[in-house]
């Protein structure tokens, strides 16, 4: 998710487990904890192929494996630093939980974490929330800064922080009841629709859990869909996309390789000119709602293109794209405008 919310994350992991004895020292541990699968970034600054970069992050720095080594060196550096009488092994804990969740927490988003590196690189993706929910990380966040202000042994202050800890799980929870809930309407309609495919998945759209997105598809055809539950009486409407599998042979390379398997089933490709074609990552649904031109219904996809013998490619985006436009159309599809 956003580095806020594992900011946020880790730094109830640091409270959990050495809030009694460093008091707000602890939060700021977890937050430094919870924030460092995420310095993977720093790769994009010596390489600039973005799909290498797609590739690499939420590669080896979410690993679990990498979380049980790397807890071993930050336990030892943190014994030699701290004098308040800690226990190694709980040291060892607290990094590899404050790792380790942080991981976890990406794994319920879509983008897909490769939690078992080295063995393999499938990518765990629970697609129950957004990589953005203010509702899940405002009132996470607010309850421990107010338990902040209390002492460390102070009864109010493990109240307030519990508190947070206990109203995040509880809206995680929910969002995988509503992500049972929205699959099975999507499962129901491609039935009462007569649209046979082989594979269903259903998303968060960005910044909440009441808009979803539905990606459906066989090996000739792939759907997109949206379900809201605050417009629950609309009958779900499926856009389809022919695949064009047959074109992944023709433009076969290692980049276009990395985003076949990035995307996870859910693309398809789109001719658009002599030897050029255009890679659609749809595992997040529409940007656009109102469209069905897929240049402007999906905000980033590939060109791939034949050039001197070559298959190049370059990364392309919808240059006519709004964020206010975006946020008033997403708004108005959840039904709240």
């Given at each position: 998710?956003?580095?806020?919310?594992?900011?946020?994350?880790?730094?109830?992991?640091?409270?959990?487990?050495?809030?009694?004895?460093?008091?707000?020292?602890?939060?700021?541990?977890?937050?430094?904890?919870?924030?460092?699968?995420d310095?993977?970034?720093?790769?994009?600054?010596?390489?600039?192929?973005?799909?290498?970069?797609?590739?690499?992050?939420?590669?080896?720095?979410?690993?679990?494996?990498?979380?049980?080594v790397?807890?071993?060196?930050?336990?030892?550096?943190?014994?030699?630093?701290?004098?308040?009488?800690?226990?190694?092994?709980?040291?060892?804990?607290?990094?590899?939980?404050?790792?380790?969740?942080?991981?976890?927490?990406?794994?319920?988003?879509?983008?897909?974490?490769?939690?078992?590196?080295?063995?393999?690189?499938?990518?765990?993706?629970?697609?129950?929330?957004?990589?953005?929910?203010?509702?899940?990380?405002?009132?996470?966040?607010?309850?421990?800064?107010?338990?902040?202000?209390?002492?460390?042994?102070?009864?109010?202050?493990?109240?307030?922080?519990?508190?947070?800890?206990?109203?995040?799980?509880?809206?995680?929870?929910l969002?995988?009841?509503?992500?049972?809930?929205?699959?099975?309407?999507?499962?129901?309609?491609?039935?009462?629709?007569?649209?046979?495919?082989?594979?269903?998945?259903?998303?968060?759209?960005?910044?909440?859990?009441i808009?979803w997105?539905?990606?459906?598809?066989?090996?000739?055809?792939?759907?997109?869909?949206?379900?809201?539950?605050?417009?629950?009486?609309?009958?779900?409407?499926?856009?389809?996309?022919?695949?064009?599998?047959?074109?992944?042979?023709?433009?076969?390379?290692p980049a276009?390789?990395?985003?076949?398997?990035?995307?996870?089933?859910?693309?398809?490709?789109?001719?658009?000119?002599?030897?050029?074609?255009?890679?659609?990552n749809?595992?997040?649904?529409?940007?656009?709602?109102?469209?069905?031109?897929?240049?402007?219904?999906?905000?980033?996809?590939?060109?791939?293109?034949?050039?001197?013998?070559?298959?190049?490619?370059?990364?392309?985006?919808?240059?006519?794209?709004?964020?206010?436009?975006?946020?008033?159309?997403?708004?108005?599809?959840?039904?709240?405008?």
């Amino acid at each position: 998710m956003d580095s806020l919310t594992q900011i946020v994350l880790g730094a109830a992991v640091g409270e959990v487990l050495l809030g009694k004895k460093l008091g707000n020292k602890a939060l700021l541990l977890g937050a430094i904890g919870g924030t460092l699968p995420d310095m993977d970034v720093l790769y994009n600054f010596f390489n600039d192929d973005p799909i290498r970069q797609l590739e690499v992050h939420r590669g080896y720095s979410h690993s679990m494996f990498t979380h049980l080594v790397l807890a071993i060196p930050l336990m030892w550096l943190s014994v030699k630093c701290s004098n308040k009488g800690i226990s190694k092994s709980r040291w060892y804990l607290f990094w590899f939980l404050a790792l380790f969740t942080h991981a976890l927490l990406d794994c319920c988003t879509t983008y897909g974490t490769q939690l078992l590196l080295p063995f393999t690189n499938y990518q765990v993706g629970f697609n129950n929330i957004s990589v953005i929910d203010p509702l899940y990380t405002i009132p996470f966040m607010l309850l421990l800064i107010v338990g902040m202000f209390f002492k460390r042994d102070s009864a109010t202050r493990s109240k307030f922080m519990m508190a947070g800890i206990v109203v995040s799980s509880i809206y995680m929870l929910l969002t995988f009841g509503l992500k049972y809930s929205v699959h099975q309407k999507f499962a129901n309609s491609l039935v009462e629709n007569n649209i046979q495919t082989t594979e269903l998945n259903s998303t968060p759209t960005i910044l909440n859990a009441i808009l979803w997105s539905g990606i459906a598809y066989s090996n000739d055809s792939i759907y997109t869909s949206e379900y809201s539950f605050l417009r629950s009486s609309e009958p779900i409407v499926w856009t389809g996309f022919p695949r064009n599998l047959q074109l992944l042979k023709e433009y076969d390379s290692p980049a276009l390789r990395t985003i076949t398997w990035f995307s996870d089933g859910n693309y398809f490709i789109y001719p658009t000119a002599k030897d050029t074609v255009l890679f659609f990552n749809i595992k997040w649904g529409r940007t656009r709602f109102d469209s069905n031109d897929p240049q402007k219904a999906f905000m980033f996809y590939w060109k791939f293109y034949k050039e001197n013998g070559q298959i190049r490619y370059s990364e392309m985006r919808d240059d006519n794209w709004s964020f206010s436009e975006a946020f008033d159309m997403l708004l108005t599809r959840i039904g709240i405008k």
